[in-house]
């Protein structure tokens, strides 16, 4: 049975680096055929402890990730339930309340992986901690009674919400193989996506709770879903699992043969940080492209999460009809990230799904900004934009740590795309200025322009693989009898 798994492993190494050095575009099904034959393949074990893995993992951090989700955009809908009214906030007031949340992003995340990545920290516990204390926060938000009560709430809610979506794909990172990270990412990603469904749809029933306890319907709003997540701190503590290695809940058997792949797919990764070239990893264009580009595609995110109610209730529907409206944009881009990724994982390529993405994102802007008529068709828009954003993230967040070893680097990278990345929501917290409403000319406008602006950064990222790859192909080519290259620094990159 040892020599089976081994062989898997080495097999699964193989697949990926056939895809990655030869034709990126290729199946790997087609590549599973041209295996030595005297390699033998157990697909079902690889596929019982894959399984295992993804109802152990996914399941968790996505919920945890969809509760992120219904805390981070809930104001959107406490604002057509009278937020504003209900706050005497100024004409500017909500965007301040939006992009004062994403302050800690900047400067908490990096730190927060680093202190997870800790041997003395347990993900679940650091984890956990924040989740509860985000749900109380959550809850105090519909309790405040002044505008200046609101944005302090806000930015501590950012503090403790800033290390959740980053440790939590970190964690997804460390326990799968290059072709299985964007599937896995979109299903993390659907979560939350879906959790702007179900705050959409509570936020609908919430509002009928308007002057229940002489609260209002807002207030409501805030003070259930923080009542969620205060709750869902207690499955955190239990259920989030430990970095593979450090980790109990598989067997010493599963956690062999989990480690051997994950090996034979990475090169025994370093665990010790002390002789990290930090220098390195910090300058690594690869974080700093990708990170780019989870930006351009995060302000289409950040706009649909904290503007899709306003712009529906723009488009004549009245402001609880709007709330459930905004469900199917959501389930559009949910479906297309699923189907697009699990494609990609299939052949081995990336950038063939993210190009096409970009350009019907691209499409839905240019109708906002074009203001075509009937309304329908802007609603037809959202659709659109939602489709190619939430294509393209999972992919991004898959192609990065794909092409990144060692845990400092996971943990530095996941932590500048997502955390860096979601700054773009400085951006779309800003640039729908009420007073523009409804055409929002500055909001699509810049919309668009960095959306469009994602096909460039695609072309010189694909440009620094290619040069890269050629220079590790004649790096291999030098190599004297019996060398080989130090596959944690001299390794190819993945399309």
Not at 235 to 247: E, L, Q
Request: glycine share 8%; with cysteine; charged share 15%.
């Amino acid at each position: 049975m040892k020599d089976t798994t081994e062989a898997v492993v080495t097999a699964s190494g193989a697949i990926e680096e056939k895809v990655a050095s030869n034709n990126p575009a290729s199946s790997i099904d087609d590549t599973f055929n041209e295996l030595h034959d005297d390699t033998l393949l157990d697909a079902r074990e690889d596929r019982r402890l894959t399984t295992k893995i993804d109802f152990k993992v996914i399941p968790i951090l996505g919920l945890l990730y969809l509760i992120c989700f219904l805390d981070r955009t809930n104001i959107a809908n406490a604002k057509i339930a009278g937020l504003e009214k209900g706050l005497n906030m100024p004409s500017t007031g909500y965007n301040t309340a939006l992009w004062i949340f994403y302050i800690p992003f900047v400067l908490a995340e990096i730190p927060s992986n680093m202190i997870m990545i800790m041997p003395q920290i347990k993900p679940n516990i650091w984890l956990g901690c924040q989740t509860f204390i985000l749900g109380v926060l959550g809850m105090c938000l519909g309790l405040t009674h002044s505008y200046k009560g609101l944005l302090a709430l806000r930015f501590l809610m950012g503090i403790f919400e800033t290390g959740l979506p980053a440790g939590a794909g970190l964690l997804i990172a460390s326990y799968y193989r290059k072709s299985e990270l964007s599937y896995r990412f979109a299903l993390f990603f659907a979560f939350g996506e879906s959790g702007s469904c179900f705050s959409g749809l509570l936020a609908y029933a919430l509002e009928g709770l308007q002057g229940s306890a002489g609260l209002a319907g807002w207030r409501w709003i805030f003070l259930v879903e923080g009542l969620i997540t205060i709750v869902f701190s207690i499955f955190v503590f239990i259920f989030v699992p430990n970095f593979p290695a450090r980790d109990t809940w598989l067997s010493e058997k599963d956690k062999t043969n989990l480690l051997k792949r994950l090996e034979a797919d990475k090169g025994i990764e370093s665990k010790d940080n002390s002789q990290v070239s930090w220098k390195t990893v910090v300058f690594d264009y690869k974080i700093w492209l990708m990170t780019l580009l989870f930006f351009c595609a995060d302000i289409s995110a950040g706009s649909l999460s904290s503007f899709n109610p306003t712009i529906l209730s723009q488009l004549g529907w009245q402001a609880r009809k709007a709330q459930v409206m905004t469900i199917p944009v959501w389930i559009v881009g949910i479906c297309g990230a699923l189907s697009a990724t699990y494609l990609s994982g299939k052949f081995g390529i990336r950038w063939l799904f993210v190009l096409p993405a970009i350009a019907i994102s691209v499409t839905g802007w240019s109708i906002h900004l074009r203001q075509v008529q009937p309304a329908s068709v802007r609603y037809f828009a959202q659709f659109l934009i939602s489709f190619g954003t939430f294509v393209q993230m999972p992919l991004y967040i898959g192609w990065l740590t794909a092409n990144l070893r060692g845990q400092a680097s996971q943990s530095f990278g996941t932590a500048i795309q997502l955390g860096i990345g979601n700054c773009a929501n400085f951006v779309s917290s800003n640039i729908f200025i009420t007073t523009q409403a409804p055409k929002y000319p500055v909001g699509f406008g810049v919309g668009l322009g960095l959306t469009s602006f994602s096909f460039v950064v695609t072309f010189v990222l694909l440009l620094t693989i290619y040069i890269h790859n050629n220079k590790i192909d004649a790096k291999k080519a030098a190599l004297a009898p019996g060398e080989k290259l130090d596959d944690q620094v001299d390794y190819k990159y993945v399309f």
